[in-house]
């Protein structure tokens, strides 16, 4: 490989890593979080207890919608597992005749009055207001605060660029593979480096198919082009990526639904693995169908087969046609990294993968400022720009974990009936994050990264500890009940939290290593023209 | 990065800061469109069934943006980047229009 070429993919390297680093370290954090968000959904929900019979809970939701939304234009159902927090349900309401054409949402899924939390024992439940780990599921993409697609643009050309950052470091290496058996520790610059390469090459495979293939979830919204050049009309690829069952009009004579139990059996035979959603139209009505999706635990694709039956009588009357190789591998590509199919041992690994990315992200912004800070005229007043991302990198790398934290306490601590609950648990994310910030700015860098690693680690230390003695699930009870993923969850923030106080106390240990003698010769142009990386 | 002629320091910057620029405009918004031009031409091209081609066209356009930010800065110099690539995204938007001429869209 030509010494230019790899020059030039040095600095490319650096600078796309740079510019949308904080972003890139917000998405792979929300995102390795969101490979819990199932046992989150249940950990921020601690009055909910644990499903253990599904199959009563798909007739309880049943018995629930027949008496509260007989005539809606549609149910959904998700079936519940013994992972689930629940079954959260929703309905659509029939289209009011006198409403203004446009002016009705397309499904009840915000809308309070049209959803409802069916628990354990098949009631709804009361719980505490929360998006649960559906929230970090959707700041991954959707960020916060703005509109979607905005956020959406935004991640996906922060992705692109990590692509790029990516296959650039690959380049950038001469001796990848020596480089990852080599740590020397304590070494100032070299560790750093080091420290970024061993985490970066370790997961290699799973960065590069995470980053393509999250590319790939939003392909839709990035690459329309390719859908443009083949289809005037492109909800004709959408009825061949996406087959639904054909609709059937309401015929008004009223016909008792079939027992969706019944419903859900056989289609897991006919499937061969479990159901994860239950979809009625025209429930009550003669004309109701029923659609059953298979659940995406069972296979690596994330767009499954559906089954089609008629509600009255219970009669198969569809199944989803193939949809071609290509949407199969954009199918598995999404469904490989969104990890639904995981069992709990690769879902584990899934998680280590993804600290190792953020790892990987934040090593490599600290290595900016440490790279730069040897070569400084004057470290003592360092420029504009390196300040920037110095504080930068203070706020965002220390100051998310604080206000994930922040999130966690309020969802225990904020009063279960105060109203907007649900959106108050993020404000107090975004207000501790706010404080990081404030933090990061004001106070000397050193002392700045231990206020806020201290206290964000201190917070996450301490909510094992809050549920043991306050909540009916702390990590006793919850071992004791066999409920592994509510005590790993504890024992993961803890485990985080650990490691927040140990950075701080190794920042607050450390001693500066960089020796006067060891500057560079000179401080001007010399580095300016000099790769970076 | 390559090329810095120039007599003096400040000259030299200057000229190092006028080739990046030209770079970034390659990769970003010129291989931007490049790669959906070329994912529209390749979605014509493809052998396959529509929505297969339409697919896999766009998944290969996806890795195309991320290839053509690398050669973005990899050319010998940012002219070359940004001409290279302009290129590409012509012959693509030719090949398209073409066949969409000819044989139509569904």
Known sequence: ?533 | MSRTGGHSHAQARWARRGDIALRVLAAVPLGYAASSLCAMALARLLPGTRSGTTVAAALIGLALCAVLAMWAFAARSGWRAVWTISVAGGVAAGITWLSIAVTGRA
């Open chain 1, 1 to 533: 490989m030509s010494k230019g070429f790899r020059q030039s993919q040095g600095f490319l390297h650096t600078w796309s890593g740079l510019l949308l680093g904080w972003i890139l370290f917000l998405v792979f954090v929300a995102g390795t979080i969101a490979f819990y968000r199932e046992g989150l959904n249940r950990w921020m929900r601690p009055e909910l207890a644990r499903v253990e019979n599904p199959m009563r809970v798909l007739a309880r939701a049943q018995t629930y919608l027949a008496h509260k939304a007989p005539h809606a234009k549609s149910w959904f159902i998700p079936v519940a597992t013994r992972q689930s927090a629940g079954s959260q349900l929703f309905w659509v309401p029939q289209p009011d005749p006198n409403a203004p054409k446009g002016s009705g949402r397309r499904g009840g899924r915000g809308r309070r009055d049209t959803q409802a939390l069916i628990g354990a024992d098949g009631k709804v439940a009361t719980v505490r207001e929360t998006r649960g780990g559906d929230f970090f599921y959707r700041l991954h993409f959707d960020l916060h605060y703005m509109p979607v697609i905005w956020a959406r643009w935004l991640v996906g050309f922060a992705s692109m660029m990590m692509l790029v950052a990516i296959l650039s470091g690959v380049v950038t290496h001469k001796k990848i593979f020596r480089d990852f058996f080599t740590l020397r520790r304590s070494k100032g610059q070299r560790s750093w480096l080091d420290g970024h390469n061993a985490v970066a090459v370790l997961a290699l495979p799973f960065h590069l198919m995470i980053t393509y293939t999250g590319l790939v979830t939003l392909m839709a919204l990035l690459m329309p082009w390719a859908v443009i050049a083949n289809y005037t009309d492109e909800r004709a690829i959408g009825a061949v990526l996406f087959p639904t069952m054909p609709v059937v009009e309401r015929t008004g004579r009223a016909a008792p639904l079939v027992d969706l139990r019944r419903i859900a059996a056989d289609a897991e035979r006919r499937l061969g693995a479990p159901a994860s959603s239950i979809q009625v139209s025209e429930p009550g009505d003669a004309a109701a169908r029923i659609t059953v999706s298979q659940s995406p635990i069972s296979t690596l694709n994330t767009r499954t087969p559906q089954l089609g039956y008629d509600g009255v009588t219970g009669r198969l009357l569809w199944q989803s046609p193939p949809t071609g190789a290509a949407a199969e591998t954009a199918g598995v590509m999404i469904g490989l990294h969104a990890g639904r199919f995981a069992d709990a041992g690769l879902r584990f690994i899934y998680f280590l993968c993804g600290i190792g990315g953020t790892l990987m992200v934040a090593s490599g912004l600290v290595l900016w400022t440490v790279k730069r800070r040897e070569r400084l005229p004057d470290p003592r007043h360092p420029h504009l720009g390196f300040r920037i991302v110095e504080r930068l990198n203070i706020a965002v790398i220390a100051g998310l974990p604080l206000g994930i934290a922040g999130l966690f306490w309020a969802n225990r601590l904020l009063d279960i009936g105060m109203r907007n609950r649900a959106e108050w648990e993020i404000h107090w994310m975004f207000i501790a994050w706010a404080i990081a910030a404030i933090v990061a700015l004001l106070v000397r860098p050193r002392i700045a990264w231990q206020i806020v690693l201290g206290l964000a680690g201190a917070l996450l230390v301490a909510l094992p500890g809050y549920n043991a003695v306050l909540t009916p699930r702390g990590m006793l009870d919850a071992v004791a009940s066999g409920d592994f993923m509510l005590a790993g969850i504890d024992t993961a923030m803890f485990v985080v939290g650990l490691a927040l106080l140990l950075i701080a106390r190794r920042v607050a240990l450390h001693r500066s290593v960089a020796r006067p003698g060891r500057r560079a010769p000179s401080a001007s142009s010399a580095h300016e023209e000099r790769p970076t990386l």
